[in-house]
């Protein structure tokens, strides 16, 4: 009998409701201190743009809307998958991962979707607001067409970032707590917060804005949605290097995990 993958979700989510109903002083702080790093966002933002007219092509509003991108794809990130990915280590280490690997149901959903953290879903609404301000400023008016396909960009960036979380926090089986990989993810993705029209004009940006937009394209998760959805001009084909890299990034990263447990020790082992 085949698991209904759905209502597994559904009850994953209802136990992380409980446990942070549980603990609401931490669900509190949560919020508090994601609240506070958002305005913290805003107020640096506007203090350049209080200097500059734009950033590249980037009025103050259509930055608004690029950052607002971001923030909904990392707070995804944040809610579903991170909490799964950093503790897959201690799955490792407890031998926990045995029990994981004895049930009948997808080993790789199992780990990916077990605990979420729902206090970062006060991001979404954050960016969702910022969003709705942004293009309420910039006046422009788009489709539901574009709108649509804006959401299938975000869903873009969302599969593309836990693909390579995934594929990072596989090689735990390797290194035991790899902390250290956990870092770089941050080193890496903290490239995609600026536009990728910003990476240019010197040898070093150009390296980097080719390596994060054809090879580990980063810069295109974010940028292509926004863009998309301002109307803004698009170098040929970028519209399609993001979902393709997003696809080759979650086939890579299954046969990366299952590689992986391949060579996996159960603890009783």
């Given at each position: 009998?085949r698991p209904n993958y759905w209502r597994?979700?559904?009850?994953?989510?209802?136990?992380?409701?409980?446990?942070?109903?549980?603990?609401?002083?931490?669900?509190?702080?949560?919020?508090?201190?994601?609240?506070?790093?958002?305005?913290?966002?805003?107020?640096?933002?506007?203090?350049?743009?209080?200097?500059?007219?734009?950033?590249?092509?980037?009025?103050?509003?259509?930055?608004?809307?690029?950052?607002?991108?971001?923030?909904?794809?990392?707070?995804?990130?944040?809610?579903?998958?991170?909490?799964?990915?950093?503790?897959?280590?201690?799955?490792?280490?407890?031998?926990?991962?045995?029990?994981?690997?004895?049930?009948?149901?997808?080993?790789?959903?199992?780990?990916?979707?077990?605990?979420?953290?729902?206090?970062?879903?006060?991001?979404v609404l954050l960016a969702g607001a910022?969003?709705?301000?942004?293009?309420?400023?910039?006046?422009?008016?788009?489709?539901?067409?574009?709108?649509?396909?804006?959401?299938?960009?975000?869903?873009?960036?969302?599969?593309?970032?836990?693909?390579?979380?995934?594929?990072?926090?596989?090689?735990?089986?390797?290194?035991?707590?790899?902390?250290?990989?956990?870092?770089?993810?941050?080193?890496?993705?903290?490239?995609?917060?600026?536009?990728?029209?910003?990476?240019?004009?010197?040898?070093?940006?150009?390296?980097?804005?080719?390596?994060?937009?054809?090879?580990?394209?980063?810069?295109?998760?974010?940028?292509?949605?926004?863009?998309?959805?301002?109307?803004?001009?698009?170098?040929?084909?970028?519209?399609?290097?993001?979902?393709?890299?997003?696809?080759?990034?979650?086939?890579?990263?299954?046969?990366?995990?299952?590689?992986?447990?391949?060579?996996?020790?159960?603890?009783?082992?």
């Open positions: 009998m597994v979700w559904v009850t994953f989510f209802r136990n992380s409701l409980v446990r942070e109903m549980t603990f609401r002083s931490n669900f509190i702080i949560t919020l508090l201190t994601r609240a506070f790093w958002f305005v913290a966002q805003l107020t640096l933002f506007e203090i350049i743009y209080r200097n500059v007219s734009s950033i590249q092509d980037w009025s103050r509003e259509e930055y608004f809307t690029f950052m607002a991108t971001g923030m909904l794809i990392n707070a995804i990130v944040e809610t579903f998958f991170m909490p799964n990915c950093a503790n897959f280590s201690e799955l490792i280490r407890t031998g926990n991962l045995d029990f994981a690997l004895l049930k009948p149901i997808d080993t790789q959903f199992l780990v990916s979707f077990e605990k979420m953290d729902l206090a970062m879903l006060n991001q910022l969003l709705t301000y942004s293009l309420a400023s910039v006046g422009h008016s788009f489709s539901a067409v574009q709108a649509v396909v804006y959401v299938m960009y975000l869903a873009v960036g969302v599969a593309f970032f836990y693909s390579l979380m995934i594929a990072l926090a596989s090689t735990s089986i390797w290194f035991g707590r790899n902390q250290g990989l956990y870092d770089f993810w941050f080193y890496i993705t903290i490239f995609a917060r600026y536009p990728q029209s910003i990476y240019g004009g010197s040898p070093a940006g150009d390296v980097l804005r080719f390596a994060f937009s054809y090879i580990v394209p980063i810069l295109l998760v974010v940028t292509v949605p926004a863009r998309q959805l301002l109307d803004k001009a698009l170098e040929p084909g970028l519209l399609l290097i993001a979902p393709v890299a997003a696809i080759t990034g979650l086939m890579l990263s299954r046969a990366v995990f299952f590689w992986s447990l391949r060579s996996y020790r159960s603890a009783s082992s």
